[in-house]
């Protein structure tokens, strides 16, 4: 296992259209959270998974972002009706909690970079 | 007021020298505290997390916690060129502040 990987890396998209980022935690990960950053800020928490459920989403997340894990394993973020704000870094990270406790170590992938025109 | 607060730096400090990096925060409830590591272009890493009031040490670096005060800071001994970065303030893993850029300078 190398790792949390993100798919795809860079995508360019117009204003308006959809994307969507998948990413593949670490496989005995059962937490996996996405972020956003931008630069020269921190990454903004946007929801995060614990197995398949989606236990907590930013309340500054817009209707247009929607995320899923199926199946506990991968995830997918989409973003519907594009907008230049939406450009930033998307950060995907998993972590191991055993029995509830959560030791903070966030293995992050490498990102996707939207850029919206 | 944001929730993470941290200087943004550039905060230069030579080769050798104790780089110390704050953090302030605002939820008074908050029980989990993490710095991580951002090198320009890369993803953040962990380097300490810390939960309880006081010091926690591992190796260079040194972790310092004052709830009542809402005050986390990061202490770097013996700076090296390689620490250059930028260093996160997260609180509870949903709040990270904007980071402090650290530049050791050789």
């Known amino acids: 296992d190398t790792g949390v990987s993100q798919d795809p890396r860079h995508k360019i998209t117009k204003r308006g259209q959809n994307v969507t980022f998948r990413c593949d935690p670490i496989?005995?990960?059962?937490?996996l959270y996405w972020y956003r950053q931008t630069l020269g800020q921190g990454p903004e928490f946007l929801t995060y998974?614990?197995?398949?459920?989606?236990?907590?989403k930013s309340r500054l997340l817009s209707d247009r972002f929607s995320a899923e894990r199926p199946k506990g394993s991968f995830s997918t973020l989409e973003i519907q009706r594009t907008e230049q704000g939406d450009s930033a870094m998307y950060l995907c990270?998993?972590?191991?909690?055993?029995?509830?406790?959560?030791?903070?170590?966030?293995?992050f992938g490498e990102g996707s970079r939207l850029t919206v025109l | 007021q944001k929730e993470v607060e941290q200087n943004s730096g550039p905060l230069s400090v030579p080769e050798g020298a104790i780089a110390s990096l704050n953090c302030t925060y605002s939820?008074?409830?908050?029980?989990?505290f993490f710095w991580y590591r951002q090198y320009s272009g890369k993803s953040p890493e962990l380097i300490m997390s810390i939960y309880s009031n006081g010091d926690k040490e591992d190796g260079r670096f040194t972790a310092q916690l004052n709830k009542a005060s809402q005050y986390v800071s990061l202490l770097i001994r013996d700076s090296q060129p390689s620490d250059s970065a930028t260093y996160l303030c997260a609180v509870k893993l949903k709040v990270f502040g904007a980071g402090t850029i650290l530049r050791v300078k050789s």
């Open positions: 998974f614990q197995n398949e459920a989606q236990l907590e």
């Open positions: 990270a998993s972590s191991l909690d055993e029995a509830g406790v959560d030791t903070g170590e966030l293995f």
């Open positions: 496989s005995e990960h059962n937490r």
């Open positions: 939820d008074r409830g908050s029980q989990s």
